[in-house]
């Protein structure tokens, strides 16, 4: 099939490649605009466009796609399918109605579950044991198309934000060519959402990372792995920034203050929360490097009975 493909971050270059692997035309990319990034504030591509640039794809980085001289750009290409997987703008009906299929978006959950943004961390950080990626035909609201494929996995005791990222990814990239298979050969089912079973999330901001430790051990655990690698889970030790990389549970009874380091032995730091204990494993030092917590101790003397306390 001939295919304008549109998307923006890591998450949507396996599809990209995989369309490429599998013999379709890839006639456009869509992309959002270059961004300054570091200290420099030098721009950067987005990976979508990198991955299209090295295959020799054209590149449009329109600043809002819906304007009618960019949708009658996207129109000169005469898609006869258009593959969104996380581009970052809505879609207006005139490019929806625009390819000779339908327009098809690769949401990483299981919908109607997860509408929204950031339903990978999401995922992690309310402690879900299965996720998965679902392949819709896209409508004019937000992630409420029919859905037409489905691929469930399952989430390890350890799973990271940054881990479920790139399984799903890659999931994603290969139920995304079967489904085109599927609809090219006519044999495509439409199945309409329950909205009633619908469920949203919302934008991953930075300032969800501040660990209250009134919360129990779990939620602070399910947290720290959830927001790892971006944008962190973080307290406050000795009034610099302490972030937390990686925790286990501890059964405990509640003894001491939320937020308490209860017990520091050579190789981790124990502190209370509102419902157990959680030991941290590996964390980073406001200015220094992220390492496992008996190396952090070596060069470091954290005092016991120390708060840990909110930013």
């Known amino acids: 099939m001939r295919v304008v493909f549109m998307g923006t971050p890591d998450f949507a270059v396996p599809c990209l490649e995989k369309i490429i692997e599998k013999g379709h035309e890839v006639s456009l990319v869509v992309t959002q605009p270059d961004k300054p ?8 591509f987005p990976p979508v466009k990198e991955c299209a640039l090295e295959h020799g794809i054209e590149v449009f980085q329109p600043r809002r796609v819906k304007e009618t001289e960019c949708v009658e750009y996207i129109a ?9 997987a996380a581009f970052g703008q809505i879609l207006p009906k005139s490019i929806l109605d625009m390819p000779k299929y339908c327009c098809i978006n690769v949401h990483a959950s299981l919908l109607p579950k997860y509408r929204g943004a950031a339903p990978i961390q999401w995922a992690v950080i309310n402690g879900d044991e299965v996720s998965g990626v679902t392949i819709m035909k896209m409508g004019e609201g937000l992630d409420t198309g029919d859905i037409i494929t489905k691929k469930e996995i399952r ?3 350890d799973e990271t934000g940054g881990s479920l990222f ?18 090219e050969s006519g044999k ?46 973080y307290t406050l030790l000795d009034k610099k920034t302490f972030k937390i990389w990686k925790a286990k549970v501890l059964e405990s009874s509640n003894e001491r203050e939320p937020g308490c380091i209860v017990e520091v032995t050579k190789d981790t730091i124990k502190v209370q929360t509102g419902d157990g204990i959680l030991s941290l494993e590996e964390v980073q030092l406001q ?7 008996a190396s952090f101790l070596r060069g470091y003397d954290v005092k016991e009975n120390t ?5």
């Open 76 to 84: 000169k290409y005469n898609p006869d399918i258009i593959v969104v």
């Open 155 to 157: 989430l390890s005791e």
């Open 37 to 44: 990034k570091g200290r420099g504030k030098n721009l950067c």
């Open 287 to 293: 200015g220094k490097k992220r390492m496992d917590t």
């Open 307 to 311: 708060f840990l306390q909110m930013v």
């Open 188 to 233: 495509a089912v439409f199945t309409p959402q329950d909205s009633e079973a619908a469920t949203h999330t919302s934008m991953i901001k930075k300032d969800l990372g501040n660990i209250d430790w009134s919360k129990s051990a779990v939620e602070i655990e399910r947290l720290i792995r959830g927001l790892n690698p971006w944008p962190s889970a």
């Open 166 to 183: 790139d399984k799903l990814a890659n999931v994603g990239a290969e139920l995304l060519v079967d489904t085109m298979d599927i609809i």
